[in-house]
């Protein structure tokens, strides 16, 4: 292939994509992303501002992931949309996690004190978005039906209160 078919063929796949052609399904998961809070800005298109309260301690890493709030998706390994991963702040911390447009999110966080990237269930706090009661017996992973929450257009914003052993 020349050069200008190359680059021909590259520009067609960007627009594609910005008019709203389908995207490959494995390019909807797992995207690390920064957290930008100008992307929750007045006027932003589709976005969740999450403010998570009761951080114990300025150690370790927080990680808020967003999932569709669905059966299949919710809490499924690599079905999480975006990531945020940042070190963790005493206190109350805000995070920004655009999506693709209005539909049923859920969002799950998690702290780990030690930064070793494992769930230590005596030390580590998990939240999930709509505050939904953790227990033994749901082994922190309560229904999608507890944690969903719709997103319109423009920035929904929830507070979520994190839980530790």
């Given at each position: 292939m020349t050069k200008h078919i190359i680059m021909g063929l590259a520009a067609a796949g960007l627009i594609a994509g910005s008019i709203g052609m389908a995207v490959p399904?494995?390019?909807?998961?797992?995207?690390?992303?920064?957290?930008?809070?100008?992307?929750?800005?007045?006027?932003?298109?589709?976005?969740?501002?999450?403010?998570?309260?009761?951080?114990?301690?300025?150690?370790?890493?927080?990680?808020v992931q967003i999932y569709r709030g669905t059966e299949g998706e919710w809490l499924k390994k690599g079905k999480w949309l975006s990531r945020i991963e940042t070190r963790a702040k005493n206190g109350s911390m805000t995070f920004c996690l655009p999506v693709s447009g209005p539909g049923t999110y859920a969002v799950a966080v998690r702290h780990d004190k030690n930064g070793n990237g494992k769930t230590d269930l005596t030390t580590d706090g998990g939240a999930m978005s709509n505050n939904p009661s953790l227990n033994i017996l749901n082994l922190g992973k309560p229904s999608y039906k507890k944690t969903a929450f719709s997103v319109g257009t423009g920035v929904k914003s929830i507070r979520i209160r994190m839980r530790y052993m």
């Open positions: 399904a494995h390019a909807q998961y797992k995207r690390t992303i920064s957290n930008n809070l100008s992307d929750c800005n007045a006027g932003s298109s589709s976005a969740v501002m999450v403010t998570v309260d009761g951080i114990d301690q300025s150690s370790g890493t927080m990680r």
